[in-house]
């Protein structure tokens, strides 16, 4: 029985020794705020980490502010919100650090303040030098060391921290009692020690007998010991710094190598922080100020204390590789613990594993249930979107069947529209001019009916209604008879157009209709993309290896990105090029038409290189059911219809040379040829009209010819024409120009962005044209009348009253460059040198944008309103009497009181004696 026993009464003194806790101390949370992270702090957390490792019972949360006092209170606030149970903290600035420390303090968190002060009594304890005496100490060891008289600069930190105010008025009193030393110039750094390097050389310069560098820091210090020694003034002067921190490149190393001839050691105080934090946290006695003292570090003691500060480092060193030591034997005895702990806790979980066992088994049948049920939900889910699918479809079927059987009814109108169209060409009653609008209705309703086939073949193929009707063709021979259609617009242009071809002959079985169609696209696409005085070269082939006839369509236009070509062949697809874009369909009914001939079409591109487009189709009828194949020869002649005739550029008729009946300048911004064409052709005879193809182009001739009105797309590529309308109404050059938009969207949506953004009109298509003179001639008559009642007005304003008396219909830019253009004049008008080159200047304007800009807003000259501002002020002063004439001359900016006599005699047809005798009477 014994033998039992004592086996299990082992087994419950290991359970419970490994189930018992270790005590553990009560641990305290002590915040630490730092205000920077300079060398000094560096050493201060250093000893603080150094004290820490003998507290195992504190934990510690420190915050660096990097010099930033606002992002020193948020991290205060945050070390506050973790619960800290003590607050060190060394204030960035006294000021603005106070109130946020003084809300810490009464929330009961006690405070210690470490170096640096605040304006407040509020806080628990302080400790750290006395910067006052470190202050005092320097400039008495100074003093000691000059029997001759001294010259000092005193390089400060930021005055806004008690540190740098109390070493300044230390210094400054230690120094009072030594007469032969003196202060002769001191400069602030507030953050930068960069900034030294722009401030010291000036001041070197001014006190050329300064011996003497007093550095608020040994970091300064040695900064303008590098300076002075690059100026050849370091030799012969004493530098004396603060802080005497210890290490390789640090203050104790400047003054062993002779860089500083002193430092003044101010302790950090790191480690007595924490001993002082433990005192206060655990209840015990404890001082309220702790001044930690200091000592001059010169080259007697420079190296001694350079090598204790070595050995201690060591020993720390030491101390902390045992305290790891130490660590990893209780991670080793914890983990002893947790294994024992885990052995035994197997032979209950042994036991408990059976219980467990029959209620996963009955929880994995309850998930079984619900996932059938979910599974269930599911599929009744996908039936309901297959159900929705098919609305959906429907509902698409129904929207194409729509606009299909719409544009079916086109063609009629359409029809009617071409037929009388070309009956009225060819009547020589019409003038050359009317004939030219005719044809540009005749050529626009090709297009449109153009693009509704297109739209109905498209759909055609969308239902598989496109049936094939092959012949046996001659390739080069029907290649050859649609070349023909475009060979004006190739002359025109000056494109060259040809076709390269070996063979006479190639037949082919293809349906000469589709084939049309095909050809008629890429030549389409080729001259739309390729410029004037370009490439297009057709070529055909007999590919033997594959049994292919293949030609090819070769352009040097603009060519395509790696982008555009992956979508070229999807329909409604528009590449980058807006202004050049059609509906999308006519590549991807091209592929279609070509793949039902079990053929081929692809693409190869390089940007700004060109294009070249391949039709690839199988030789003989191997590949044709019967159903597709015409027995008898069709012809090699094309289709003929006229929709798929080229885009030909109608011969334009020179506009009439008639002067325009005013001087008033148009700016048109349009993509649209046609549409530009229409408007500068109604806009001529009245105005002077200058057009732009794209955005870019519109805005850049806006800026270089400033235009008394601009009318502008809405869609234009390259810029949109909102985007150009905000730019001009935000720019001083061009913000008084009425701009009139013209756009397709017509919701008023947009036409309320249009008025948000400054436009003075927004018109939609199709306008009328009579509306839009009216407006043209509406906006450019309130811009005379506004003109002419501001110039009026102008000339005797004030400066003060500018902002109130300039017109509300004017914009605030404009308003603004009035107010400060009047102001300007009004200061300077007197200067006998004033010139326009000055405004010019303040306003950062070429010569001539600015008087565009003063013509436009004030009806005048530049000139015209400084003479008129000029002689209205020798106007007053001669009604006033004190001033002679020449005196009053002089005053009001003329250079001779001679020419001033004579530009007021043609003014006011008397002289300027005459005229004060005149009105005195």
Request: hydrophobic fraction near 40%; include cysteine; charge should be negative.
């Amino acid at each position: 029985m014994r033998n039992i026993l004592w086996p299990l009464f082992i087994f419950f003194l290991l359970l419970l020794e490994a189930c018992t806790p270790i005590a553990e101390p009560k641990k305290y949370l002590i915040g630490f705020s730092q205000c920077s992270d300079d060398a000094w702090r560096d050493v201060m957390n250093s000893e603080m980490y150094r004290e820490l490792a003998l507290h195992p019972e504190l934990d510690f949360e420190m915050r660096i502010s990097g010099t930033n006092s606002e992002k020193q209170i948020g991290q205060i606030k945050e070390l506050k919100a973790l619960g800290i149970d003590l607050l060190i903290v060394s204030p960035n600035e006294s000021k603005p650090l106070t109130p946020i420390i003084e809300e810490v303090y009464r929330a009961g968190i006690p405070v210690i303040l470490i170096d640096r002060k605040t304006d407040s009594e509020l806080y628990t304890a302080y400790i750290g030098a006395n910067n006052y005496e470190v202050g005092e100490t320097a400039a008495r060891y100074i003093a000691s060391q000059f029997s001759h008289p001294g010259k000092a600069i005193e390089i400060q930190m930021m005055m806004t921290i008690s540190p740098a105010v109390e070493r300044h008025r230390g210094f400054r009193d230690g120094l009072a009692p030594f007469k032969h030393v003196e202060v002769v110039d001191k400069i602030e750094i507030p953050l930068d020690v960069k900034d030294l390097e722009l401030a010291l050389p000036p001041i070197l310069r001014k006190h050329p007998d300064a011996n003497i560098i007093f550095g608020h820091t040994d970091l300064l210090a040695e900064t303008a010991y590098k300076i002075a020694q690059k100026h050849d003034r370091a030799k012969g002067m004493f530098f004396v710094g603060i802080d005497g921190i210890p290490g390789t490149g640090q203050g104790i190393q400047a003054v062993e190598d002779g860089i500083l001839n002193a430092s003044m050691l101010y302790p950090t105080g790191g480690g007595e922080a924490i001993q002082l934090a433990l005192a206060i946290l655990n209840h015990l006695p404890f001082e309220r100020r702790n001044i930690l003292q200091t000592i001059v570090i010169n080259s007697s003691n420079a190296r001694i204390l350079h090598n204790q500060m070595k050995k201690v480092n060591s020993l720390q060193h030491s101390i902390d590789e045992q305290l790891s030591s130490l660590q990893t034997l209780k991670i080793i005895y914890r983990n002893q613990r947790v294994y024992i702990f885990i052995l035994l806790s197997s032979l209950l979980l042994a036991l408990t594993l059976g219980a467990f066992l029959w209620k996963s088994l009955q929880a994995k049948q309850a998930a079984n249930r619900s996932l059938e049920q979910k599974n269930e939900e599911i599929l009744e889910h996908e039936r309901q979107l297959v159900e929705m699918s098919d609305e959906v479809r429907r509902a698409t079927q129904a929207k194409v069947d729509f606009f299909t059987n719409i544009s079916h009814e086109f063609r009629t109108p359409l029809t009617l529209v071409l037929g009388f169209a070309e009956d009225l060409l060819p009547s020589p009653k019409l003038s050359r001019d009317m004939q030219q609008s005719i044809g540009h209705i005749r050529q626009n309703a090709f297009r449109l009916l153009r693009l509704v086939n297109q739209l109905m073949d498209f759909r055609k193929t969308e239902s598989g209604q496109m049936r094939l009707r092959a012949s046996e063709n001659d390739l080069v021979g029907f290649v050859k008879n649609i070349m023909e259609s475009y060979g004006k617009t190739a002359q025109q242009r000056n494109i060259d157009f040809q076709l390269l071809t070996q063979a006479e002959q190639v037949f082919v079985w293809f349906d000469t209709n589709m084939m049309d169609k095909v050809l008629f696209n890429l030549l389409s696409n080729a001259f739309k993309f390729t410029p004037d005085h370009g490439k297009i070269h057709l070529s055909i082939s007999i590919d033997n290896f594959e049994n292919r006839a293949k030609f090819y369509v070769e352009d040097s236009g603009i060519g395509m990105t790696e982008t555009e070509m992956a979508h070229v062949f999807e329909a409604f697809y528009q590449g980058e090029v807006r202004h050049l874009t059609g509906t999308g369909l006519g590549l991807s009914l091209s592929k279609t038409l070509v793949e039902l001939h079990s053929g081929e079409l692809s693409v190869q591109s390089t940007k700004g290189t060109g294009s070249r487009f391949t039709v690839a189709l199988p030789l003989g009828k191997a590949h044709l059911n019967e159903g597709q194949i015409v027995l008898e020869n069709r012809s090699v002649v094309p289709s003929g219809e006229f929709l798929f005739l080229p885009d030909m550029k109608e011969e334009i008729v020179p506009m009439s040379e008639t002067a325009p009946a005013t001087s008033q300048q148009i700016l048109i911004i349009e993509d649209n040829e046609d549409l530009q064409f229409f408007l500068r052709k109604k806009l001529v005879g009245t105005y002077q009209v200058t057009s732009a193809i794209n955005g870019n182009e519109g805005l850049q001739k806006a800026f270089d010819t400033t235009p008394d009105l601009i009318i502008c797309d809405l869609m234009l590529p390259g810029m949109d024409g909102f985007t150009i309308t905000r730019s001009l109404k935000s720019d001083i050059r061009t913000s008084h120009i009425p701009i009139i938009i013209l756009s397709s969207r017509s919701s008023i949506e947009q036409q309320i962005e249009g008025a948000t953004i400054g436009a003075d009109a927004y018109l939609t298509k199709p306008f009328n044209v009579q509306y839009l003179l009216a407006n043209i001639k509406s906006l450019l008559l309130n811009r005379e009348v506004l003109k002419e009642s501001f110039g009026k007005k102008l000339v005797a304003f004030k400066a003060e009253e500018v902002a109130t008396d300039v017109p509300e219909t004017t914009n605030q830019l404009d308003r603004d460059f009035v107010k400060k253009f009047i102001t300007y004049i009004e200061e300077h008008h007197t200067r006998q040198d004033f010139q326009v080159a000055d405004l010019c200047q303040e306003f950062s304007l070429s010569r001539s944008q600015l008087y565009r800009k003063v013509s436009a807003l004030l009806g005048e000259s530049i000139s015209d309103y400084i003479q008129n501002l000029r002689l209205k002020k020798a106007e007053e002063l001669l009604l006033e009497g004190r001033l002679s004439v020449a005196e009053i001359a002089y005053q009001v900016g003329y250079s001779s009181p001679d020419y001033f006599s004579t530009v007021f005699r043609s003014r006011y047809g008397v002289s300027p004696s005459g005229f004060r005798r005149k009105e005195g009477s």
